[in-house]
């Protein structure tokens, strides 16, 4: 005898009658009698077939004696698994095995139960009654199945007569009965039998037809149980929470319980509709099963049946959708663990997770990088997987050595390969430990996080990844960006990564529209705040506004390197000149103008433009971060020199404030103080390379650099009264040696 009736039970409500033959069905009636139960568990489930008849179990069941070979709940058992039933027991169940009980599910203890009465309209509107059930569960577009005429099959029962209508909207519908006379509406729907009612299917149609291959959208499901008062239905599907769009009392025995379902396709509808009957089942609900196709025919509210209404019991009732209600009942019963007492463990204290990032991300933990679209993000955590694959520092941090994911979301499977190619080559790192990375194109694949994950986490299994990069993550967000529930259960995704895998979880999402200067690091990704609090760590990239006079220092900078490689490799000199003269353009040029012959000079400057163009494209960036492992380090800026970005070591963008951090009145004051200043740097520079130009021929005239420069002789003057390095005389323009005191210019 099973040990624990109450799971017999679960496997007795998963079989319907009405699929047994005959043999069958007295097979568990005997099964029932032989493990003690009482003839009314027999009943009560028969009553689930339309074969049953009033009293033929009480007359079965005195006929069972038993023999020296009873029949068992073993039948029952094996009769379940034959029909699709699962037990949860982890293995396959035998003949003499013990059953366990599993309250998975549980909700209802039908020992403390109160039923809850319905009651009828308190005006009878047949025409209102139908029109609220259309407007609750179609679309104005969508076709709608419905039956009117009925007959008397040999059991005495009403049943459809025939395939019905389905060529009509659910707009052409309400429109009409909203203009039939007196509420009547078989002038709509045809003419319907009074002790047979009529007929509706909840889920949209073609038009072409009325099986499930022509349903639209896989949108609703009926759970339909007659074994039970009303009262008690009615509670119980409350007391569930089922997402109930509508709830239609049929006239008869039950309440027909239409429920969101929201399924993809057929296949998920299955699969969920199997599911919500388990749930029911496990809480003392015997479901119709029968009742499990999509294009199922409900019954309709507005008519009658054997003198008694068809009504709506209500609308929209229980959790708002399948996903909220599905997360609801999950969690009902958990699996996790106990509270822990401090002081047990006070003397033997787990030990931390290993850095993958020093002082900035533990292995096993996640991080999210934020920024604008053209900060690089994906650059950046590439550069961050060859750090990590290589043992070698990103940015300012030290990295652990170990095996990376990249799991590529946006580019095609050559750009990003190619892309690995060009950082490596950028930042002057030897490839030595390509195997330990690993990258997964997926672009044109991807599914939402929820259904990635699993399928990530069999893929990596045994792998040792101690990182899992995925890059970026709006292609694979589930839900409303904004909802912060939504996205709760979005990251919770990554938790399942970093928990069965062992891993780090690193990604990259956008900065939300505006201007972000003025936020603060955790308020400037897009969504809701779930996304920037959630991480151990966020690394938030915002741009630095760059002016034209650190602009041209950076072309001065880069303009001196290439100068200095070109003589490097292709003049044998001296260095004779002073470590000034080695940081300005202009001197290196002269100097270059003196040595070079005119070949050499012209592949210079071929390779000094190409170095000018590179750095007019740089942009500056500054990282701020918020560590939940660690404390806060100090600003990072770095310039993203495509395709890689390289820390700002000369410090030259440390005073340099996002817009937005400043008052209206000083960053209009500051924009006029930089326009001036770089006008003043840009108008010297040009001064000079223009009197170079015109020096190496001979004596410069105020004329000669009038016409250089384009503008007038007195211009020129005026410029050489604010010079410290030039003066004129007598119609010649003169460089001023240095401690020259010379001072009669015109």
């Excluded at 139960?37 to 009033?54: A, C, K, L, P």
């Excluded at 850095?355 to 533990?362: C, S």
């Excluded at 070079?596 to 163009?613: C, K, R, V, Y």
Aim: aromatic residues 8%; glycine residues 6%.
């Amino acid at each position: 005898m099973y040990d624990n009736k109450e799971y017999l039970l679960g496997a007795l409500d998963s079989l319907n009658p009405a699929c047994l033959s005959y043999t069958e069905w007295c097979a568990v009636g005997m099964a029932l009698k032989e493990e003690g139960f009482d003839v009314s568990v027999w009943d009560e489930w028969s009553r689930n077939d339309s074969r049953y008849h009033i009293g033929e179990c009480e007359r079965k069941w005195s006929g069972f004696r038993g023999n020296s070979t009873p029949v068992t709940a073993g039948t029952i058992v094996q009769l379940a698994k034959e029909h699709g039933w699962a037990p949860d027991t982890g293995h396959e169940l035998d003949w003499d095995d013990s059953i366990r009980y599993d309250d998975a599910h549980m909700v209802v203890d039908r020992n403390w139960l109160e039923g809850k009465d319905i009651a009828e309209p308190a005006e009878w509107n047949p025409a209102g009654q139908l029109i609220r059930y259309l407007e609750t569960l179609f679309e104005a577009g969508e076709n709608v199945g419905y039956v009117s005429k009925s007959w008397k099959n040999e059991k005495g029962r009403h049943v459809p007569k025939d395939k019905g209508n389905y060529d009509r909207t659910a707009e052409q519908l309400i429109e009409a009965l909203s203009e039939c006379r007196d509420g009547d509406i078989g002038d709509v729907i045809g003419d319907y039998d009074a002790e047979g009612g009529a007929w509706i299917r909840f889920n949209p149609l073609d038009g072409k037809g009325v099986r499930n291959e022509n349903v639209t959208d896989f949108r609703y499901a009926l759970v339909e149980s007659d074994g039970m008062e009303l009262a008690e239905q009615n509670a119980i599907l409350r007391e569930l929470e089922l997402p109930i769009a509508c709830l239609v009392y049929s006239g008869g025995k039950s309440l027909h319980a239409i429920v969101k379902i929201d399924a993809q396709d057929y296949s998920e509808y299955r699969k969920r509709v199997d599911y919500l009957y388990d749930v029911c089942s496990k809480n003392g609900m015997k479901v119709d099963t029968q009742n499990r196709n999509p294009s199922r025919l409900s019954r309709m509210p507005g008519v009658l049946r054997n003198g008694r209404k068809q009504f709506i019991v209500d609308t929209n009732l229980g959790k708002e959708n399948w996903e909220q209600w599905h997360e609801w009942i999950e969690s009902v019963n958990d699996d996790l663990p106990d509270p822990e007492g401090l002081k047990e463990i006070w003397d033997n204290m787990p030990e931390l997770a290993p850095p993958l990032i020093e002082n900035v991300l533990r292995q096993g933990h996640k991080m999210l990088i934020a920024g604008p679209s053209k900060a690089g993000k994906s650059f950046l955590l590439i550069e961050m997987c060859i750090c990590i694959a290589e043992g070698r520092k990103w940015l300012k941090w030290d990295c652990a050595k170990g095996r990376v994911l990249y799991v590529n979301l946006e580019l095609d499977r050559a750009s990003c390969l190619h892309r690995f190619r060009d950082v490596y080559k950028t930042m002057c790192i030897r490839p030595d430990n390509l195997q330990n990375i690993d990258i997964w194109n997926l672009r044109g694949k991807s599914v939402p996080m929820d259904r990635l994950a699993p399928k990530l986490i069999r893929r990596a299994a045994k792998k040792n990844y101690i990182a899992v990069i995925i890059d970026p993550i709006y292609k694979v967000i589930t839900g409303d960006e904004n909802s912060a529930d939504q996205m709760a259960k979005f990251c919770n995704q990554f938790d399942k990564i970093c928990t069965e895998l062992g891993t780090a979880v690193i990604y990259c999402h956008h900065h939300s529209k505006g201007s972000q200067g003025g936020k603060r690091s955790m308020d400037r990704a897009s969504g809701s705040g779930v996304f920037a609090r959630d991480p151990d760590a966020l690394l938030d990239l915002i741009e630095l506004e760059t002016n034209d006079a650190l602009m041209l220092q950076e072309e001065n900078k880069a303009v001196c390197r290439i100068c200095k490689i070109y003589l490097d490799s292709h003049f044998a000199w001296q260095c004779d000149l002073s470590q000034d003269d080695l940081c300005s353009r202009t001197k290196m040029l002269e100097y270059c103008r003196e040595k070079l012959n005119s070949g050499q000079m012209a592949t210079l400057q071929f390779n000094i433009d190409q170095e000018l163009e590179r750095v007019r494209k740089m942009t500056a960036w500054r990282i701020e971060g918020t560590l939940r492992e660690f404390p806060k380090f100090d600003p990072v800026n770095l310039w993203f020199d495509y395709p890689a970005h390289r820390t700002d070591r000369s410090g030259a963008l440390n005073d340099i404030h996002p817009e937005d951090d400043k008052p209206m009145w000083q960053r209009a004051a500051d924009r006029r103080k930089e326009s001036a200043k770089s006008k003043r740097e840009k108008q010297a520079l040009e001064f000079e390379m223009a009197y170079s130009a015109i020096e190496m021929d001979g004596p410069v005239s105020t004329k000669a650099l009038a016409e250089s420069l384009g503008i007038t002789p007195d211009a020129v003057k005026k410029r050489l009264k604010n010079s410290n390095s030039y003066y004129y005389d007598n119609g010649i323009i003169h460089r001023k040696e240095k401690n020259d005191s010379k001072n009669d210019q015109e």
